[in-house]
């Protein structure tokens, strides 16, 4: 996503955010959750100088030098600008691991019936992602005992 799409989202989230929460968490408060509210407002937040900013000036220039000031990010993954950052630097780390050997690539999907157990409970998602890499070591272990290849299996979890 492009850098002016992200300064158009967050001005969507800006303008109409608080009426949505307003609207949407009287009527169904068991599905909006503060930690979701306070996620959203902290990216829009995001390099302002409310979440605090460094100050930069050059000492040696004497008053011809104009400080120069950085605002702090939100380092939220929910952010479009922090989030992209951290996604790209997962998956350079995930690179650097990975062997080069034939890889695949799977998509699981819960159950409507069970999302809420898993929204209620974010602990849950991670006992998931550890039963599901345990479910395919197991698999492959069983399918290659001759062979017995060694099976890496990475999980991500997308909300």
């Not at 992200?6 to 303008?15: C, E, H, N, P, T």
């Not at 004497?62 to 950085?70: C, L, M, Q």
Request: hydrophobic letters at 30%; proline letters at 3%; aromatic letters at 12%.
């Amino acid at each position: 996503m492009g850098k002016g799409n992200s300064g158009v989202i967050k001005q969507i989230l800006k303008d109409h955010f608080d009426g949505f929460w307003r609207m949407h968490s009287v009527r169904f408060p068991e599905t909006y959750r503060e930690d979701i509210k306070e996620t959203v407002e902290k990216a829009i937040r995001c390099g302002t100088s409310d979440l605090g900013y460094a100050r930069y000036e050059c000492l040696g220039c004497e008053g011809e030098s104009k400080p120069i000031f950085v605002c702090f990010t939100c380092k939220s993954r929910f952010c479009h600008k922090c989030g992209k950052k951290y996604t790209d630097d997962w998956s350079d780390k995930q690179q650097e691991m990975i062997f080069n050997v034939p890889h695949r690539h799977m998509v699981f999907t819960i159950p409507k019936e069970l999302r809420n157990v898993f929204f209620q409970d974010r602990k849950k998602l991670k006992e998931l992602s550890k039963k599901v890499a345990e479910v395919f070591q197991f698999y492959y272990q069983r399918k290659s005992k001759k062979r017995q290849l060694q099976v890496g299996v990475i999980t991500v979890i997308h909300t």
